[in-house]
């Protein structure tokens, strides 16, 4: 890797680990692996980083996505909470987050990075089915199951999943 490799990986680092880190957060529900999810990503990105510095945040989401279902094929670990995370959406009210966050550690792991890639990351049916190697059919209806189980899980948060989802 050249000096402007170099500074060039590390701009990307400094200006995206945040976003990355949330993210990584939500797909995982537990802070330490979401680092590690982070840092396996950036690995494998700056080993590739030449072909990959005009465009390197797709890839490393990509690989975070790639890399999170691997370890939940692999391991089924018992579920954890989610704590906190940055968001100043919808969730930013603490009562309706904690509301959220329990709700969320209840899904499957599969169930909660769909609704992360379509929700949080704004994905389309499409462009999550490509993220994660599925076919369309199986987001669309693992967000179907995955919203009507929310819907039991913590009613109160029907006006944010909506109604019409």
Do not use: C
């Not at 537990?30 to 494998?44: E, G, I, K, R, T």
């Not at 909660?112 to 379509?118: A, G, K, N, S």
Request: charged content about 25%; glycine content about 4%.
């Amino acid at each position: 890797m050249t000096t402007n490799d170099a500074a060039g990986f590390d701009e990307f680092v400094a200006a995206r680990s945040a976003a990355l880190s949330r993210t990584a957060y939500l797909l995982t529900g537990d802070h330490h692996l979401a680092q590690d999810l982070v840092q396996s990503a950036l690995l494998q990105a700056v080993k590739h980083w030449r072909r990959i510095h005009t465009s390197p945040e797709a890839y490393v989401r990509r690989a975070m996505y790639h890399q999170n279902i691997s370890w939940w094929r692999r391991r089924r670990f018992t579920e954890t909470g989610l704590g906190s995370y940055d968001d100043a959406g919808p969730a930013s009210d603490p009562d309706l987050r904690l509301t959220l966050d329990q709700a969320l550690a209840r899904l499957t792991p599969k169930q909660r990075t769909v609704l992360v890639l379509r929700f949080y990351e704004d994905l389309t049916e499409v462009e999550t089915a490509r993220a994660l190697g599925l076919s369309t059919s199986t987001v669309k209806s693992t967000t179907r199951q995955s919203l009507a189980r929310l819907r039991t899980l913590a009613p109160e948060l029907a006006e944010l999943i909506g109604a019409d989802r």
